[in-house]
Protein backbone atom coordinates (compact mmCIF):
# COMPACT_ATOMS: atom_id res chain seq x y z
CA UNK A 1 0.00 0.00 0.00
CA UNK A 2 1.49 3.54 -0.72
CA UNK A 3 0.10 6.69 0.43
CA UNK A 4 0.06 9.69 -1.68
CA UNK A 5 0.58 13.23 -0.01
CA UNK A 6 -0.32 16.44 -1.82
CA UNK A 7 -0.43 20.09 -0.59
CA UNK A 8 -3.68 21.77 -2.26
CA UNK A 9 -3.26 24.87 -0.17
CA UNK A 10 -0.54 26.85 1.26
CA UNK A 11 1.06 30.70 1.32
CA UNK A 12 3.05 29.45 -2.10
CA UNK A 13 1.56 28.34 -5.30
CA UNK A 14 3.07 27.62 -8.09
CA UNK A 15 2.01 29.86 -11.38
CA UNK A 16 4.02 27.83 -13.70
CA UNK A 17 1.60 24.44 -13.22
CA UNK A 18 -1.71 27.47 -12.43
CA UNK A 19 -1.68 26.64 -8.71
CA UNK A 20 -2.57 29.43 -6.71
CA UNK A 21 -1.16 30.06 -3.02
CA UNK A 22 -2.86 31.78 -0.25
CA UNK A 23 -2.84 32.10 3.49
CA UNK A 24 -3.65 28.60 5.14
CA UNK A 25 -2.85 25.16 4.46
CA UNK A 26 -4.42 21.93 2.97
CA UNK A 27 -3.64 18.56 2.17
CA UNK A 28 -4.87 15.46 0.13
CA UNK A 29 -4.39 12.15 1.36
CA UNK A 30 -5.04 8.85 -0.72
CA UNK A 31 -4.85 5.25 0.85
CA UNK A 32 -5.49 3.48 -2.52
CA UNK A 33 -9.25 4.15 -2.72
CA UNK A 34 -9.86 6.40 0.20
CA UNK A 35 -9.33 9.90 0.11
CA UNK A 36 -9.22 12.35 2.63
CA UNK A 37 -8.40 16.39 3.24
CA UNK A 38 -6.60 17.30 6.26
CA UNK A 39 -7.47 21.00 6.34
CA UNK A 40 -8.90 23.43 3.50
CA UNK A 41 -7.08 26.67 3.39
CA UNK A 42 -9.33 30.33 4.20
CA UNK A 43 -10.30 30.82 0.21
CA UNK A 44 -12.90 28.63 -0.92
CA UNK A 45 -11.91 30.05 -4.86
CA UNK A 46 -8.44 29.12 -3.88
CA UNK A 47 -9.12 25.85 -2.89
CA UNK A 48 -11.78 24.71 -5.44
CA UNK A 49 -9.46 26.17 -7.79
CA UNK A 50 -6.25 23.89 -7.06
CA UNK A 51 -8.43 20.91 -6.49
CA UNK A 52 -9.38 21.31 -10.76
CA UNK A 53 -6.02 22.12 -11.50
CA UNK A 54 -4.83 18.69 -9.39
CA UNK A 55 -8.08 16.62 -10.69
CA UNK A 56 -9.10 16.12 -6.80
CA UNK A 57 -12.95 14.99 -7.35
CA UNK A 58 -14.67 16.55 -4.14
CA UNK A 59 -17.26 13.70 -4.30
CA UNK A 60 -14.43 11.04 -3.76
CA UNK A 61 -13.40 12.53 -0.60
CA UNK A 62 -14.70 10.37 2.48
CA UNK A 63 -13.33 12.40 5.30
CA UNK A 64 -11.64 15.94 6.23
CA UNK A 65 -9.83 15.97 9.32
CA UNK A 66 -9.23 19.54 10.90
CA UNK A 67 -5.44 20.44 12.85
CA UNK A 68 -7.42 23.01 14.50
CA UNK A 69 -10.71 25.53 14.19
CA UNK A 70 -8.50 28.83 12.62
CA UNK A 71 -10.24 30.13 9.51
CA UNK A 72 -7.44 29.77 7.69
CA UNK A 73 -7.90 25.81 7.77
CA UNK A 74 -11.18 25.72 8.04
CA UNK A 75 -13.05 28.99 6.11
CA UNK A 76 -13.06 27.36 2.82
CA UNK A 77 -15.65 24.47 4.18
CA UNK A 78 -19.05 26.26 2.86
CA UNK A 79 -17.00 26.54 -0.62
CA UNK A 80 -15.74 22.79 -0.38
CA UNK A 81 -19.56 21.56 0.34
CA UNK A 82 -21.46 23.39 -1.90
CA UNK A 83 -19.30 22.28 -4.27
CA UNK A 84 -20.43 18.48 -3.42
CA UNK A 85 -23.34 16.40 -3.93
CA UNK A 86 -25.85 17.24 -1.46
CA UNK A 87 -26.35 13.48 -1.05
CA UNK A 88 -22.71 12.28 -0.11
CA UNK A 89 -22.04 12.39 3.42
CA UNK A 90 -18.88 13.29 4.38
CA UNK A 91 -17.06 12.90 8.36
CA UNK A 92 -15.25 15.68 9.63
CA UNK A 93 -13.05 14.41 12.61
CA UNK A 94 -11.20 17.34 14.58
CA UNK A 95 -11.03 18.18 18.68
CA UNK A 96 -13.85 19.05 20.64
CA UNK A 97 -12.75 22.85 20.59
CA UNK A 98 -12.61 23.41 16.62
CA UNK A 99 -15.55 25.49 16.51
CA UNK A 100 -15.25 27.26 19.91
CA UNK A 101 -15.02 31.19 19.40
CA UNK A 102 -11.58 32.61 18.36
CA UNK A 103 -10.36 35.94 17.89
CA UNK A 104 -6.89 37.29 17.08
CA UNK A 105 -5.99 40.62 18.53
CA UNK A 106 -4.75 43.19 15.54
CA UNK A 107 -2.07 45.87 17.46
CA UNK A 108 -4.06 45.07 20.69
CA UNK A 109 -7.14 46.81 20.27
CA UNK A 110 -9.12 45.34 17.36
CA UNK A 111 -10.47 42.24 17.15
CA UNK A 112 -10.89 39.83 13.92
CA UNK A 113 -12.52 36.75 14.13
CA UNK A 114 -10.45 33.04 13.37
CA UNK A 115 -13.33 31.09 14.12
CA UNK A 116 -15.17 28.16 12.76
CA UNK A 117 -17.18 28.52 9.54
CA UNK A 118 -20.89 29.46 10.21
CA UNK A 119 -22.79 26.43 8.18
CA UNK A 120 -26.51 26.44 7.16
CA UNK A 121 -28.77 23.70 8.25
CA UNK A 122 -28.38 21.93 4.90
CA UNK A 123 -24.50 21.70 4.90
CA UNK A 124 -24.86 20.27 8.85
CA UNK A 125 -26.90 17.58 7.38
CA UNK A 126 -24.67 17.08 4.83
CA UNK A 127 -22.01 16.11 7.54
CA UNK A 128 -21.35 13.62 10.23
CA UNK A 129 -18.98 15.30 12.73
CA UNK A 130 -17.16 12.95 15.00
CA UNK A 131 -14.85 14.74 17.81
CA UNK A 132 -12.04 13.80 19.72
CA UNK A 133 -9.36 14.58 22.68
CA UNK A 134 -7.86 11.39 22.05
CA UNK A 135 -5.82 9.65 19.56
CA UNK A 136 -7.93 8.62 16.65
CA UNK A 137 -6.95 5.54 14.12
CA UNK A 138 -8.35 7.04 10.89
CA UNK A 139 -7.15 3.58 9.23
CA UNK A 140 -4.40 1.15 9.52
CA UNK A 141 -1.96 3.45 8.90
CA UNK A 142 -3.39 7.12 10.09
CA UNK A 143 -3.42 7.91 13.57
CA UNK A 144 -4.96 11.85 14.54
CA UNK A 145 -2.71 12.77 17.16
CA UNK A 146 -5.55 14.21 19.89
CA UNK A 147 -4.74 16.64 22.44
CA UNK A 148 -1.60 17.27 23.08
CA UNK A 149 -0.92 18.86 26.58
CA UNK A 150 2.84 18.13 27.40
CA UNK A 151 4.15 21.77 26.29
CA UNK A 152 7.90 21.46 27.83
CA UNK A 153 9.23 23.46 24.36
CA UNK A 154 8.07 26.34 23.60
CA UNK A 155 4.67 26.37 21.58
CA UNK A 156 3.19 28.43 19.31
CA UNK A 157 0.42 29.90 21.81
CA UNK A 158 0.17 33.94 21.55
CA UNK A 159 -1.15 36.42 23.73
CA UNK A 160 -3.38 38.21 20.35
CA UNK A 161 -4.98 34.47 19.77
CA UNK A 162 -7.61 34.11 21.89
CA UNK A 163 -11.17 32.31 22.49
CA UNK A 164 -14.09 32.69 24.30
CA UNK A 165 -14.15 30.46 27.42
CA UNK A 166 -16.32 30.66 31.17
CA UNK A 167 -18.11 34.34 29.32
CA UNK A 168 -14.50 36.12 28.85
CA UNK A 169 -12.32 36.23 25.96
CA UNK A 170 -8.75 35.14 27.50
CA UNK A 171 -5.19 33.64 25.77
CA UNK A 172 -6.15 30.46 23.81
CA UNK A 173 -4.07 27.37 24.56
CA UNK A 174 -4.77 26.18 21.32
CA UNK A 175 -5.83 22.97 22.91
CA UNK A 176 -7.49 21.77 19.67
CA UNK A 177 -4.59 21.36 18.19
CA UNK A 178 -3.60 18.29 16.79
CA UNK A 179 -1.28 16.62 13.68
CA UNK A 180 -1.65 13.23 11.39
CA UNK A 181 1.19 10.41 11.91
CA UNK A 182 1.43 7.96 9.14
CA UNK A 183 2.99 4.76 9.77
CA UNK A 184 5.73 3.91 7.19
CA UNK A 185 7.80 1.62 6.42
CA UNK A 186 10.49 3.35 6.74
CA UNK A 187 9.31 5.54 10.01
CA UNK A 188 6.63 7.65 11.40
CA UNK A 189 5.82 10.60 8.56
CA UNK A 190 3.94 13.29 10.45
CA UNK A 191 1.99 16.31 8.87
CA UNK A 192 1.31 19.31 10.83
CA UNK A 193 -1.65 22.48 10.25
CA UNK A 194 0.09 24.87 12.14
CA UNK A 195 1.70 22.57 15.24
CA UNK A 196 0.63 24.91 18.03
CA UNK A 197 1.81 22.83 19.98
CA UNK A 198 4.94 23.30 19.38
CA UNK A 199 7.51 21.47 16.86
CA UNK A 200 9.43 19.13 19.65
CA UNK A 201 6.46 18.69 22.00
CA UNK A 202 4.71 17.37 18.97
CA UNK A 203 7.66 15.23 17.99
CA UNK A 204 8.22 14.01 21.58
CA UNK A 205 4.70 13.59 21.87
CA UNK A 206 4.00 11.50 18.69
CA UNK A 207 7.29 9.44 19.01
CA UNK A 208 5.97 8.41 22.77
CA UNK A 209 2.86 7.75 21.13
CA UNK A 210 4.08 4.97 18.69
CA UNK A 211 6.41 3.68 21.23
CA UNK A 212 9.97 5.48 20.31
CA UNK A 213 9.87 4.57 15.91
CA UNK A 214 11.32 6.93 13.91
CA UNK A 215 10.49 10.51 12.84
CA UNK A 216 11.44 10.08 9.01
CA UNK A 217 9.59 13.52 7.38
CA UNK A 218 7.69 16.58 9.38
CA UNK A 219 5.08 17.93 6.59
CA UNK A 220 3.24 21.38 6.72
CA UNK A 221 3.42 24.48 9.48
CA UNK A 222 5.00 24.01 12.54
CA UNK A 223 4.22 27.74 14.05
CA UNK A 224 7.43 29.31 14.48
CA UNK A 225 7.46 32.34 12.93
CA UNK A 226 7.79 33.76 16.25
CA UNK A 227 10.96 32.04 16.81
CA UNK A 228 14.12 34.01 17.37
CA UNK A 229 17.63 32.59 15.67
CA UNK A 230 18.64 31.02 19.22
CA UNK A 231 15.62 29.24 19.16
CA UNK A 232 15.57 27.90 15.77
CA UNK A 233 18.77 26.39 16.73
CA UNK A 234 17.53 24.78 19.63
CA UNK A 235 14.90 23.30 17.76
CA UNK A 236 17.64 22.43 14.83
CA UNK A 237 19.92 20.60 17.67
CA UNK A 238 16.79 18.88 18.96
CA UNK A 239 16.03 17.73 15.59
CA UNK A 240 19.24 16.17 14.95
CA UNK A 241 20.07 14.74 17.88
CA UNK A 242 17.25 13.60 19.80
CA UNK A 243 15.09 12.85 16.13
CA UNK A 244 17.58 11.72 13.94
CA UNK A 245 17.12 14.51 11.70
CA UNK A 246 13.89 14.27 9.75
CA UNK A 247 13.15 15.72 6.06
CA UNK A 248 11.52 18.46 6.68
CA UNK A 249 9.13 20.08 4.12
CA UNK A 250 7.81 22.76 5.92
CA UNK A 251 5.19 25.65 4.73
CA UNK A 252 2.83 28.16 5.71
CA UNK A 253 3.13 29.21 9.34
CA UNK A 254 6.77 27.84 9.83
CA UNK A 255 8.14 31.45 8.06
CA UNK A 256 10.40 31.68 5.38
CA UNK A 257 13.38 34.01 7.48
CA UNK A 258 12.67 30.25 9.53
CA UNK A 259 13.04 28.04 7.07
CA UNK A 260 15.86 30.04 5.24
CA UNK A 261 18.00 29.44 8.32
CA UNK A 262 17.10 25.49 8.50
CA UNK A 263 18.24 25.22 4.83
CA UNK A 264 21.37 26.63 5.42
CA UNK A 265 22.22 24.71 8.53
CA UNK A 266 20.67 21.43 6.92
CA UNK A 267 21.07 21.48 3.54
CA UNK A 268 18.63 21.16 0.00
CA UNK A 269 18.53 17.64 0.47
CA UNK A 270 17.00 17.97 4.11
CA UNK A 271 15.08 21.00 4.14
CA UNK A 272 13.01 20.56 0.80
CA UNK A 273 9.99 23.46 -0.38
CA UNK A 274 6.51 22.98 0.08
CA UNK A 275 4.50 24.46 -1.82
CA UNK A 276 1.07 24.13 -3.35
CA UNK A 277 1.70 21.04 -5.80
CA UNK A 278 4.39 18.94 -3.42
CA UNK A 279 3.50 15.42 -3.91
CA UNK A 280 5.01 12.92 -1.70
CA UNK A 281 4.62 8.97 -1.42
CA UNK A 282 5.33 6.54 0.97
CA UNK A 283 5.13 3.01 1.51
CA UNK A 284 3.68 2.00 4.13
Known amino acids: MNVKITNIYSNVGQSEKNLKGAYGNGFYLEFGSEKILFDLGWNGKVLLHNLNELNINVD ?3 KIIFSHGHMDHTKALPAFLKQRDSSKKITIIGHPSIMERKKIKILG ?3 LSLAFPK ?7 MIDFQFSKDPVKINE ?6 EINERPEKDGTEKKLIHFKNGVWETDPLSD ?9 AGLVLIGGCMHSGLLNTCKYVTKLFGGKKIVAIIGGTHMMGFDVKEVEHVAKELEEKYGLPKLYLNHCTGEEIIGQLKDKFGSEIVIPCPVGTTLTYDC
Open 60 to 62: EIG
Open 119 to 125: LTDKMKS
Open 109 to 111: LRL
Open 177 to 185: DASLVIETK
Open 141 to 146: FLTFTG
